[in-house]
C-alpha cells in the first residue's frame, strides 16, 4: 500500500500530539538529547510514545537480537561498614549471617558449576576493612585455577577503591596487579544515583558521583571495560536522574569504556527506606527507555531479570532493552532486599522469555562477542569478528 | 568457550513473531490499516484478531487496546472492588486437570466450610468495607442448589454484602443432579439473593480443548447457555478465558468470538478478564510440558481488548501476572483491577487487620496516571471520592440497562462480519 504512513511518522504524529515533537524528531534523526529533552521525555504521559521511541533506537542498533550470558554471581562477602540505607545486604561485623569467604571457599563455588557452561562469574561484595589486599588477588587467582577459561567481571567502584586502599597505592597502579590476577572487566553496580545531594542523605560513607566517575575513567584507561547503573526509585528526583545520565554519557564521550547501562529498581523490603514504595512496573520501563534514549553513546541497554522479575525483563526488551543479564547461579543482593524472581534460571527457559518477547536469543560473552545465536546470520557475524555495535 | 545450543527445543505450539516484522511491509501496511479502523472505534472480524494475534508486536498491541479502553472510558478512572474469596468447599468430581484446588469427597483434606466460619469471614470482609463475596467452591456431590439457597439467605439476612457466587458450571451440576431445569435452579438462587454470577469455567470455549483438558466439565455451548439464562433472569455475570494450555491461536480467537456473539445478544456480560494456565503442581502437569511466559498474557489480553468491544470491562489478574504486570496491564486495556481477595491478603493478627493490599493497588493505579475508585460487583463507582451516587448499585438496577457500551459503531461492510 503505497498511502500508508511509515512507523516514523505515526511516531511523530504521536509525538507531537503529546508535546515532545522536538524529542522525537531528534531521536529520529540520531541526534544527541538534551538534558531538558530528558526531563520532557520523564514527563511525558504516553508510555507507549516514550517506549516506541527507544524501541525505535534499540531496533536501529539491535535489530531483533536480544543478548543473554551463561554466568554465575559470588558475593564473597556480606560485611560492610557504608551503612547505605537502601541496602538490605549488608552486615556488620560479628552479626548474625555476617559471613566471609575464604579464597578456597570462592574457587569451590566456581567448581560447583563445572558441569555447566558458564562464562562469566560476576563477583561484588561489601567492604570489610580487615580483608588484606592479598585477600582480592587471591580470590581472582583461586577463581581461575578452578576455572581458568572463565571471564572474571568484579569489584564494583566502592571495592576498588577499599583495594587501592588497603594496597597503599593510586588505583592506577593496582589495576595492572589485579588484571595479571585475573580480572577481566569491571562491573556497574554502586553507581546508586550521582547527586551529591542523594549522596548525603542516602549512603555518605559511600565514594562520590564524581569519584566514581573518576574511578570508572580510570578503570577504562587501564583497558578495562565496564557497566554502569543507576539506582531509581527512592528518594531522587527526575532532573537528577537526567544528570546522573547525562554525566554517563559525558564520561562515554571521553573513555568508550561502558558496554552497558543497566536501571536498577529500589527494592524497599529490609532495607533503612523500606517505607518508600519502590519504583512500578510503568516506572521500570520508563526506566529502560530513558536509558535507550539519553544513553546514545552506549551499545547495549540491560534489563536485569533478576531485578525486575521475569515479565517486566520480557516486556523491557521493546522499550529499548537488548539484554536480559544471565542464567545468575545464586544471587544474594536483591534477595536479601525480598526479591520473588528464581535465583537462578535454566538456559532453555532463559531462550523461551526471549522468543516470546519476539526476539532471537544471542548468547554472548562478558564483552559481547557472539558465543552462540539462534539466527544464522548473528552466527556470521561472530564467525567474522563481528561483536556488538561500536561505541564512539 | 561456546557452548553447544541445546540438542532438542521444547515444542512451542505457537511462537511469537519477531517484533521487527510489524515495522516491514506487508504487515507494516495490513497493521496500519487494522489500527486506523480500531481507532474509528469499529470492530474487527475473527480473521483480522487472528492476524494481529499472529502478527502485531507487543507495543503496537498495548497502543490499539489502550486507544480503545480510552473510547470505552474516558474518564482516567481504574476500578477495583474490595472483595473476599471464599471457597465453601474443596470436593468435587469433575477432576479437572489443571486444577490443583480441589479433592475428591473421600479425601482426607477435603472440606465443607460450616456457617460459624463462613459467617466469621464475611464479618472480617464487611468490617474493612468489602462490598462482596465471591464465593466458588467443587461440584459437590451432595452440596447442592437447597445448600447454595439457605446460605445465601442467610447472608442476606445478616449482613449488607454481595454474593458474587457460584459459575456456570457449578449451576449446570446442580441442575443435572436434580434433574431439573437450568432456569428453575438460576431462579431460586436469585430469589435467595444471588447478585452476579462469575465467569468461572469458561477455560476456553472450544470442544476440542475441553476434550482434552476439562473433559467432565460444563461444554461450551451449555457454559453459554447458562450465561443467557442468567442475563435473561436478570442477573449480571462475567466472562473469563484460561489460555495457554493445549488450545491454538485460532481457538483463542474462536473463544473470544462465541463470547463476543453472546453479549450482542444480551448485553450481560458486565467484564471480561484472562489469565494464562499456571500448570505447576496440577494433576495433569504432563499435559502443559510449557508454560506460557507473560508476554503472552498481555498479548492477549490486548487482544481481547481490542475484539471485546462490546464488553465495558476488562480486569487485570494481578493473582496469576504479579503487581508489576498487572500495573502494566492497565496500560494494555485493563481498565479494572479486579478484586482485593482479602482471603489471600489479610493478616489477621490480634484483632488488627492489615490494608496493604488496598494501598498498594490503589498506588499502583495512581502511579501509572489513573484515579484509583471502588467498585460494586456491577461496576458502579461506590467511592466517597467520585462525587455521585453508585450506578448500577444492586441487581435490579444493573438488569434494566444493557452492560454493553453504548455508541459502538458497525463493522464497515467491506470488512466482514465477524462469525
Known amino acids: 500500500m503505497s498511502h500508508t504512513t511509515t512507523p516514523e511518522d505515526s511516531l511523530m504524529k504521536s509525538a507531537f500530539a503529546a508535546g515532545i515533537g522536538a524529542q522525537a524528531e531528534k531521536v529520529l534523526a540520531g541526534q544527541r538529547l538534551s538534558r531538558e529533552d530528558g526531563l520532557a521525555l520523564y514527563g511525558c504521559d504516553d508510555i507507549h510514545l516514550v517506549g516506541g521511541l527507544a524501541n525505535h533506537v534499540r531496533e536501529r542498533l539491535h535489530g531483533d537480537h536480544a543478548f543473554f550470558n551463561v554466568n554465575q554471581h559470588i558475593n564473597y562477602t556480606n560485611i560492610c561498614n557504608k551503612l547505605c540505607r537502601f541496602c538490605a545486604f549488608q552486615r556488620l561485623p560479628g552479626q548474625e549471617g555476617a559471613y566471609v569467604m575464604s579464597p578456597e571457599e570462592v574457587g569451590a563455588k566456581i567448581r560447583e558449576h563445572l558441569d555447566k557452561p558458564v562464562t562469566e562469574v560476576h563477583m561484588v561484595a561489601g567492604i570489610y576493612p580487615k580483608l588484606p589486599y592479598e585477600y582480592y588477588l587471591d580470590i581472582l587467582r583461586a577463581v581461575k585455577d578452578a576455572r581458568p577459561d572463565i571471564h572474571i567481571k568484579a569489584f564494583t567502584m566502592i571495592e576498588l577503591m577499599q583495594i587501592a586502599a588497603r594496597a597503599r597505592k593510586p588505583l592506577k597502579d593496582v589495576l595492572p596487579e589485579l588484571i ?28 562520590t558521583g564524581d569519584e566514581w566517575i573518576e574511578m570508572a575513567r580510570t578503570v577504562h584507561e587501564a583497558g578495562l571495560k565496564s557497566n554502569a547503573t543507576m539506582l531509581h526509585g527512592h528518594i531522587e528526583t527526575v532532573e537528577e536522574r537526567v544528570d546522573h545520565l547525562d554525566r554517563l554519557r559525558l564520561l562515554q564521550d571521553e573513555t568508550g569504556g561502558l558496554q552497558c547501562y543497566i536501571p536498577l529498581s529500589f527494592h524497599p523490603e529490609n532495607s533503612e527506606w523500606s517505607h518508600l514504595p519502590g519504583p512500578t512496573g510503568l516506572e521500570e520501563l520508563r526506566e529502560i527507555a530513558l536509558g535507550r534514549l539519553m544513553l546514545d553513546n552506549v551499545p547495549h541497554i540491560k534489563a536485569y531479570w533478576i531485578m525486575l522479575g521475569i515479565p517486566m525483563a520480557q516486556l523491557a526488551l521493546s522499550y529499548g532493552a537488548n539484554d536480559v543479564d544471565g542464567t545468575v547461579l545464586e544471587e544474594r543482593i536483591y534477595h536479601e532486599a525480598g526479591a520473588t524472581t528464581p535465583q537462578a534460571v535454566e538456559r532453555f527457559e532463559l531462550l523461551r522469555w526471549i522468543r516470546d518477547a519476539g526476539r532471537i536469543p544471542v548468547e554472548r560473552d562478558t564483552l559481547y562477542n557472539v558465543l552462540w545465536s539462534e539466527d544464522l546470520e548473528a552466527q556470521a557475524d561472530c564467525a567474522a569478528g563481528a561483536g556488538a555495535p561500536s561505541s564512539p | 568457550m561456546n557452548s553447544a545450543p541445546p540438542a532438542t527445543q521444547p515444542h512451542l505450539a505457537w511462537k511469537a513473531p519477531l517484533a521487527s516484522s510489524a515495522l516491514r511491509d506487508p504487515h507494516r501496511s495490513r497493521l496500519q490499516e487494522l489500527e486506523a479502523l480500531v481507532a474509528d472505534g469499529r470492530r474487527i472480524s475473527c480473521e483480522e484478531a487472528l492476524y494481529l494475534h499472529d502478527h502485531a508486536d507487543l507495543l503496537t498491541l498495548g497502543r490499539m487496546a489502550d ?26 468430581i469433575t477432576d479437572c486437570g489443571f486444577c490443583a484446588f480441589y479433592r475428591s469427597p473421600s479425601d482426607p483434606e477435603a472440606y465443607v466450610l460450616s456457617r460459624e466460619e463462613i459467617f466469621l469471614k464475611i464479618e472480617e470482609t464487611v468490617k474493612l468495607g468489602g462490598r462482596q463475596l465471591l464465593m466458588q467452591g467443587g461440584h459437590h456431590p451432595f452440596v447442592l442448589s437447597d445448600w447454595w439457597v439457605e446460605l445465601l439467605q442467610d447472608i442476606g439476612k445478616k449482613f449488607d454484602i454481595n454474593c458474587h457466587a457460584l459459575s456456570a458450571p457449578e449451576i449446570d451440576h446442580f441442575a443435572q443432579v436434580e434433574k431439573r431445569p437450568v432456569e428453575d435452579v438460576l431462579a431460586d438462587l436469585i430469589q435467595a439473593g444471588l447478585g452476579s454470577l462469575p465467569g468461572a469455567g469458561a477455560e476456553i470455549l472450544v470442544e476440542r480443548v475441553r476434550a482434552i483438558i476439562a473433559p467432565k466439565k460444563t461444554s461450551t455451548d451449555r457454559w453459554l447457555e447458562i450465561h443467557r439464562k442468567a442475563h435473561e433472569a436478570g442477573l449480571r455475570s462475567s466472562a473469563t ?12 480467537v474462536e473463544h473470544l468470538s462465541r463470547l463476543r456473539d453472546l453479549q450482542d445478544e444480551t448485553g450481560g456480560f458486565t467484564a471480561f478478564a484472562c489469565w494464562n494456565t499456571q500448570p505447576k503442581g496440577v494433576p495433569e502437569e504432563h499435559k502443559y510440558p510449557v508454560a506460557t511466559t507473560p508476554a503472552l498474557y498481555l498479548r492477549v489480553q490486548a487482544l481481547a481488548r481490542i475484539f471485546l468491544d462490546n ?5 487485570t489478574s494481578y493473582v496469576t501476572q504479579g503487581m508489576r504486570m498487572a500495573q502494566v496491564s492497565l496500560r494494555y486495556g485493563a481498565n479494572d483491577f479486579g478484586g482485593t481477595m482479602l482471603e489471600e491478603n489479610v493478616v489477621s493478627a490480634a484483632g488488627c487487620f492489615n490494608l496493604t493490599s488496598i494501598e498498594r493497588i490503589e498506588h499502583l493505579i495512581g502511579s501509572a496516571g489513573f484515579q484509583p475508585r471502588q467498585r460494586n460487583s456491577w461496576y458502579g463507582i461506590v467511592d466517597t471520592r467520585h462525587g455521585q451516587p453508585a450506578w448500577p448499585a444492586n441487581r435490579e438496577q444493573a438488569a434494566t440497562h444493557s452492560a454493553a457500551p453504548p455508541h459502538r459503531r458497525e463493522s464497515a461492510p467491506s470488512l466482514g462480519l465477524s462469525t
Open chain 1, 180 to 207: 595479571e590476577a585475573g580480572l577481566g572487566s569491571c562491573p556497574g553496580g554502586g553507581a546508586e544515583v550521582f547527586a551529591d545531594r542523594v549522596h548525603r542523605e542516602g549512603y555518605h560513607l559511600k565514594n
Open chain 2, 67 to 92: 486507544s480503545v479502553r480510552s473510547r470505552l472510558h474516558p474518564d482516567p478512572i481504574v476500578t477495583y472492588i474490595v472483595d473476599r474469596n471464599i471457597n465453601p468447599t474443596n470436593v468435587c
Open chain 2, 241 to 252: 478465558m484460561m489460555f495457554g494450555n493445549v488450545e491454538t491461536a485460532a481457538e483463542r
Open chain 2, 311 to 315: 464488553i465495558a470491562n476488562l480486569q
